[in-house]
């Protein structure tokens, strides 16, 4: 018994394993991108004519009967061709377009029908087949274009070609996924061309674009250069016055010592004229407190001497009063220059201007004022000194007339010379007898003959005034006569002078 029971589970075991065997040797299944085509039975399918002969099976599996039905493949994956195919346009020029056609069998059971009719034992011959498809229907179409045409609309070459090989891929049982013309070849030179007035367009473009770009830079560049400069200006500007306050104030102070000294020399000068005034008012007192008729040439002599020592100081204060008049006008030219060359240069500087105008002022102002009463003074010490000298030359006419006449004829010697030794003028030979002393006679006889030195004398006595001078505009008793054009006088010494 349990060797019948371990047999019957033996057999059955193989029976299992059998059918196993079986089912797997007639079991077959389609890859998704594949279809079976199985002969050697008559099915009819959906769109497919009646009684064809084999079935069609996709995306499941099926039994087949080995050794009654014949099961083969036909692949439904994508296949390429590249297109290469030399074309003459509607105008006659030759091209050569390249492309490519990307393809595969149809999904539907017509489209893997008629592919497997045609190239299930020549699948590799496909792409041959659709180039040569594509090649005849892109030379008809090209050859009824234009080159422009082709250029311009390349989707209207597309998809002429697409539609023009559409019944006969149908018929093969393909579908065209993708047609590219990559490019159009030209030997002949046709399209670069058509292309130069474009490119030339476009490069006068650019290079208008870049002129316009380079001028708005140019532009840009000018207007942030003439901010810096303005930027720089306002900045000089500034600087400029800022400057100005310091050198105005530096000549203020600079001008201040030489103002303070001018004042101070002015009143030394002032004091010393003054000085100078007192001494000779106490000295003219004192000589007409002490001098008489025999001390008339020693007065004369102390007064000759304070004159000149007063005229010594007046000059000297004169050119005091110059120097301080020059060195003031001077200072002030240069603030003056200082200040004008400052305003030309910025043009900017306006109230800077003002303030060294107003300083320059200033220091006129003063210059004259010091200038002024230095003149003043001087004017004033001359004429004091001149009213007492014709006061003091009147007094001694009054009192000695004489000795007046006396200085008047030593002043006037020279004159009297003059006139005596013109009556020798026209002599051309003189024979002396005694020598010198015969010379000195003649000269004396000629100094009186006719009364020519005492009529000189009488003649300066009569043109005399009570106040020293002579008549006409003379000069005073003290002073050089009023000779002749080219005539001049020498003082002679009174007694008691050097």
């Not at 039905?69 to 439904?76: F, G, W």
């Not at 102070?253 to 002032?270: D, I």
């Not at 013109?422 to 002393?437: D, R, T």
């Amino acid at each position: 018994m349990p060797m019948i029971v371990g047999v019957v589970a033996g057999a059955a075991v193989l029976a299992l394993v059998f059918i196993v065997v079986v089912f797997k040797l007639m079991w077959r299944v389609a890859e998704p991108n594949e279809a079976l085509i199985i002969s050697g039975s008559k099915h009819r399918m959906e769109g497919l004519e009646e009684g064809m002969g084999f079935r069609i099976v996709t995306g499941r599996g099926t039994l087949v009967l080995p050794g009654v039905q014949a099961v083969r493949k036909l692949s439904l994956d994508l296949n390429e061709t590249e297109l290469s195919v030399d074309c003459v346009t509607h105008q006659g020029i030759p091209l050569k377009v390249r492309g490519v056609v990307i393809f595969k069998v149809g999904d539907d059971f017509v489209s893997i029908a008629n592919a497997g009719r045609r190239f299930l034992d020549q699948q590799k011959l496909m792409s041959e087949r659709v180039h040569n498809v594509f090649a005849g229907h892109l030379r008809s179409i090209v050859g009824g274009l234009t080159v422009e045409d082709m250029i311009r609309d390349r989707d209207k070459l597309t998809g002429q070609t697409r539609a023009a090989c559409g019944t006969e891929m149908e018929k093969l049982g393909l579908i065209v996924d993708s047609l590219q013309i990559h490019e159009i070849e030209d030997p002949t030179g046709y399209i670069k061309n058509l292309a130069m007035p474009h490119a030339a367009a476009v490069q006068r473009d650019a290079r208008i674009a870049q002129a316009e770009a380079n001028r708005l830079a140019t532009e840009a560049e000018q207007q942030a250069a003439a901010r810096m400069a303005e930027a720089t200006r306002d900045s000089e500007i500034l600087q400029a016055g800022y400057q100005a306050e310091r050198d105005n104030a530096a000549a203020t102070s600079r001008q201040a010592g030489p103002l303070a000294e001018a004042q101070a020399r002015q009143e030394v000068v002032v004091q010393e004229t003054r000085v100078a005034e007192l001494k000779a008012h106490r000295r003219e007192q004192q000589l007409q407190a002490d001098v008489r008729k025999p001390a008339d040439a020693k007065a004369y002599e102390k007064r000759t001497l304070a004159e000149a020592e007063r005229d010594v100081r007046i000059s000297a204060a004169q050119a005091k009063a110059k120097e301080t008049e020059l060195a003031a006008a001077a200072e002030a030219t240069r603030v003056t220059t200082a200040a004008s060359a400052e305003a030309e240069a910025t043009k900017a500087r306006g109230a800077a201007a003002a303030t060294a105008t107003r300083a320059t002022g200033e220091a006129e102002a003063a210059a004259a004022q010091a200038r002024g009463i230095a003149i003043a003074e001087s004017t004033r010490a001359k004429g004091l000194a001149e009213a007492a000298a014709i006061a003091a030359r009147a007094a001694a006419l009054a009192e000695n007339q004489e000795a007046v006449v006396a200085q008047q004829l030593a002043e006037n010697w020279p004159e009297i010379v003059k006139a005596g030794a013109g009556a020798f003028g026209n002599v051309e030979h003189m024979v002396l007898l005694n020598g010198a002393e015969g010379m000195s006679d003649m000269f004396t006889k000629a100094l009186t003959m006719g009364g020519t030195g005492l009529g000189l004398a009488r003649q300066l006595l009569a043109s005399m005034n009570a106040d020293g001078r002579v008549k006409g505009g003379g000069s005073p008793v003290n002073g050089a006569t009023s000779g002749g054009a080219g005539s001049s006088s020498k003082r002679v010494p009174l007694d008691g002078e050097s």
